[in-house]
């Protein structure tokens, strides 16, 4: 049996797979106890998404970035509490951004209580993240700190969009670094870190971490408009549906820009339509899946799976390495 990792990787050795198993299984007792309350309603709602599951890729990215070092240290586990406390967090405030009515297959907590509520519930278990992290020294904090900065400076940019003569895949690029990057190579850093691996590998991993994190992102845009079924956790085309530009529809706008056919241009019209008729929205969907652009972007989010392999080169030949380069694997395999 392996540990079965986000998207299919696996952890193939069998001593790593005992520790990363029992480390996931800690990581979940922790993420608990740091979710319960005095006040039994806060306890429901703040335990909400932590029971209804989720890939758990940061703490088990965590995990295998500890083996670096002393994978059984005692603030390795607390560390990747942290860090997910902190995704799940992030999660309240985006359904509410989005306006989103389900969550890891269950009612999001806007839908099933109120935006406030969830809200608050965001705001308490970022608290929590840094009641436990405040324990893991000034360095921890300082770590910490400046992802959410980079969180939130992240979701600011995408809400305002790109500025006037700034390039529009740029700016993409640069939301999803900060929206979903810079927390993934805090999974990285703290991992090493509080392992006690060496400053180069604890830099290493973190590198790893925020290009893996791209890549899964784009990864995500790419699935959105070429799945057939549910591989991306969510209908495809969603992002269509909801006027979102992501990377294969600013590659078409692109294409546009520097000339384009009249196929293109067309196709640009109709998506930038009323894609709430279904009819219409099949039609967009099925016309960018043939269209060049979507194998363009599917390209970039191959060129960070591939920048990712390649910052674990320096790193030492351990079967965690052989797991985190499988990861890059897998981000492959979802474009495909």
């Known amino acids: 049996m392996t540990v079965v990792g986000p998207f299919g990787a696996s952890v193939r050795d069998p001593a790593l797979e005992a520790d990363v198993q ?64 902190t995704h799940l967090a992030t999660l309240y405030h985006d359904d509410i951004m989005d306006e989103a009515q389900v969550r890891r297959g269950v009612p999001s907590a806007n839908a099933r209580w109120s935006n406030s509520v969830a809200v608050l519930t965001g705001d308490f278990l970022f608290s929590r993240a840094s009641t436990i992290v405040a324990d893991l ?30 390039d529009p895949i740029a700016h993409h690029l640069e939301v999803i670094a ?64 909801e006027g979102v530009a992501t990377l294969p529809v600013l590659r078409l706008r692109e294409m546009v820009a520097r000339g384009g056919s009249a196929g293109d241009r067309e196709l640009l019209d109709l998506l930038a339509g009323d894609l709430s008729d279904d009819a219409r929205h099949a039609e967009a969907l099925a016309r960018l899946r043939a269209h060049p652009a979507l194998e363009r972007a599917r390209q970039d989010a191959l ?34």
């Open 22 to 85: 029992a480390g996931l299984r800690a990581v979940e007792t922790g993420l608990i106890e740091a979710t319960k309350s005095d006040v039994p309603f806060i306890t429901e709602t703040a335990q909400h998404l932590v029971r209804a599951g989720g890939k758990r890729f940061r703490p088990l990215l965590l995990l295998l970035a500890a083996q670096f070092g002393d994978p059984y240290a005692p603030g390795v586990v607390p560390s990747a509490v942290v860090v997910e406390l």
């Open 137 to 166: 020294g000034p360095e921890a904090v300082r770590i910490q700190a400046e992802a959410f900065e980079r969180l939130v400076t992240g979701q600011i940019q995408e809400t305002a969009g790109p500025q006037e003569g700034e």
């Open 303 to 336: 060129s960070f799976a591939t920048q990712a392999r390649q910052t674990l080169e320096p790193l030492p030949d351990i079967p965690a390495r052989a797991a985190l380069a499988e990861l890059c694997d897998a981000v492959a395999d979802r474009t495909a």
């Open 178 to 241: 900060g929206k979903t990057g810079s927390l993934i190579a805090v999974a990285g850093r703290m991992g090493a870190m509080t392992a006690g691996a060496s400053e180069s590998v604890v830099d290493t991993l973190a590198q790893y971490g925020e290009r893996i994190g791209i890549a899964f992102q784009l990864a995500d845009d790419v699935l959105d408009i070429a799945s057939e079924g549910q591989e991306s956790g969510k209908t495809p085309g969603t992002d269509l549906k």
